[in-house]
């Protein structure tokens, strides 16, 4: 679901925060070392099942700053969203017990003003660093080519609702492939790489993924000499 078309919804009127501080496997710059990261994304992971478990529960984004991961959802019960956490707490020990915060936001501005502007910036910066390489090695960006996308989800269930979305937005699925716990789909589509398609894109393709519990991993470009 790609909630920047949607938002606000009139039935989701609370935000709910998760955040996971990692002090000790903290950069300078605020984000986590390379070798914690899978550690923080597993963990993420249970908070995000344990909240959608409650009916009517979205989780519509993630933010990583100044040392802590934040799980961004919207709801419209909030007894039940804090009982859900209150329940994973119970199953946790005393250092991996999630901060939570509920707003009322029924106009999503923690969505609108914050957390999607942020991953706009962040996608951008990514997509800038890849554009500069092709650009580099003489590819031309104002020619439609085939670009190749990696998304990766925790169930086949969730993996096949998505697989559904690509195919309705004229993706052609390339392979699905499991590796332990993840389901990956690899797709592709004629687009041109230029940055402000790229940046509609990779966008839309990071929200439509973490709606289903997913990742979207990247992009790119064979280059043929």
Known sequence: MQWYDLAPVKDLPY??????????????????????????????????????????????????????K???????????????????????DIFRKPGVQVIRDPEWKIYLNFLYPDNYIRESMVNKR????????????????????LSRFDNEKRREQFRIFLIEQGFRIESVHRKSDDFFITFSRKDTPNLKTMN???????????????????WSVEIND
């Open 15 to 68: 935000a709910m925060i998760t955040s996971i501080p990692y002090p000790a496997a903290c950069r300078q710059d605020g984000f986590p070392e390379t070798s914690f990261h899978l550690i923080l994304d597993e963990y993420s992971e249970e908070i995000v099942a344990a909240v959608r478990e409650v009916p009517g529960t979205e989780i519509v984004g993630h933010f990583l700053h100044n040392c802590e």
């Open 130 to 149: 890849v554009i500069d390489e092709l650009a580099n090695s003489g590819t031309n960006l104002k020619k439609a080519m085939k670009i190749t996308h």
């Open 200 to 218: 509609e894109i990779t966008v839309r393709l990071t929200f439509e993924s973490e709606s289903r519990g997913g990742e979207y991993k990247g």
């Open 70 to 92: 934040r799980d961004y959802f919207y709801g419209s019960d909030t007894s039940q969203m804090k009982m859900a956490i209150a329940e994973f707490n119970s199953k946790q």
